[in-house]
């Protein structure tokens, strides 16, 4: 189960076991950012908040970053 924060464009900033980092349909990559530091990179790269924060197992989550890139 991963919390999705933001999404952009195929990628995702997400918390998956208490671990920050981004999704893509690649896998998950661990960032070591503070949850702040990392929303406030995010907005800077057009990241789009995910507000509130979702829950989504690993094919949701990917299912949910096609449909970003179909608009």
Known sequence: MMTVLARKQGAALVIRDRTLGIFTDKGFTPVDFKVELAMKLAARLKYTPVLPAQEMEE???????QDTRAH
């Open 59 to 65: 094919p949701d989550l990917l299912r949910f970053l």
